[in-house]
């Protein structure tokens, strides 16, 4: 893979190194499964990896804000970005879809209707 975003940590960290082939790149932007190993640097070189790091609570400019929210939305209207929702429920399922999310019995977005 030419890039991977990691929002698990720990229990994904390894795996999503291996995965990317040559020059390729992996962004962490959260630990769910708590924080990953410290990078070895020398594990790196041999496919000249890259790994950063990306946090949503970082102040970005509005005007980079603004091109991003653009870009987003027009890759969704034009069908290049298509998002997969894997449960919607009413506001009154809301716990039953909590424990879904935390036993990682969902795959994709879980939604909640509200009336």
Sequence with gaps: MEAVLDSVGASTWASSLESLAAFGHLVAYGSASGPPAAVEVETLYAKSLKVSAYWLRTPHPAALQRRAREAL????AGGQLRVK?????GLEEAAQAHQRL???ATVGK???RVP
């Design 73 to 76: 939305g027009s890759a969704l």
């Design 110 to 112: 879980v939604v909640l």
């Design 85 to 89: 929702l894997g449960l919607v429920v």
């Design 102 to 104: 935390e036993s990682r």
